[in-house]
């Protein structure tokens, strides 16, 4: 009691000489400390982890064309003289679901019910919404011409094989760019 502060606001009597700079502890901490090293773990536990390499895409994403809708795919040129006066009649082959791997192949004529995220069969250039078509039985019948690469979302729109996904020194965070 009655001690005087001394410039440091502490009470005299205290250990001044002992006191460090912030550059040294700042060295020591810095000494102290070493990196880990690379561990592999599931994405889902990698939050807040820092990437140890360059990770790249292993694959195209979609993997395939794929179809934006349900609906139907066809050849575009098969489409061509759709009008409302003159409306193109194609035939209906087959299915193709999100889970369907090869899809069947169309020729002239053709159409194939797609549902949305199936891959676009060989042939198959171009998607008609499911409500742009009169259906019945294994027919649908067009009005209206179809450009080629409507609702389909082409192989590697939205990845390419190869590409950056995180950059080495990268912190895991809920959201990456």
């Known amino acids: 009691e009655g001690k005087a502060d001394c410039e440091r606001g502490c009470r005299v009597g205290c250990e001044v000489s002992s006191m460090i700079t912030y550059e ?9 400390v070493h990196p880990l090293g690379a561990t592999h773990c599931p994405l889902e536990e990698s939050l807040g982890r820092i990437v140890g390499e360059d990770i790249r895409a292993t694959a195209h994403l979609p993997e395939v064309d794929r179809s934006a809708v349900d609906g139907y795919a066809m050849r575009s040129v098969d489409t061509l003289h759709a009008a409302t006066d003159g409306p193109v009649p194609l035939k209906i082959v087959g299915e193709i679901y999100s889970s369907t791997e090869r899809p069947a192949g169309i020729t002239a004529g053709e159409t194939i019910a797609i ?5 676009v069969p ?24 179809i450009p080629p690469g409507r609702y389909i979302s082409e192989k590697g729109k939205d990845m ?14 809920p959201v990456a760019y």
């Open 24 to 32: 040294q502890a700042l060295h020591i901490v810095l000494e102290s």
């Open 115 to 119: 549902m949305t995220g199936g891959a």
């Open 122 to 145: 060989p042939g198959a250039d171009t998607i008609v919404k499911r409500e742009d078509v009169e259906s019945g039985g294994d027919m649908i019948t067009l009005r209206i011409e």
């Open 160 to 173: 390419v094989k190869g590409a950056l996904i995180a950059k080495k020194g990268t912190i895991i965070e």
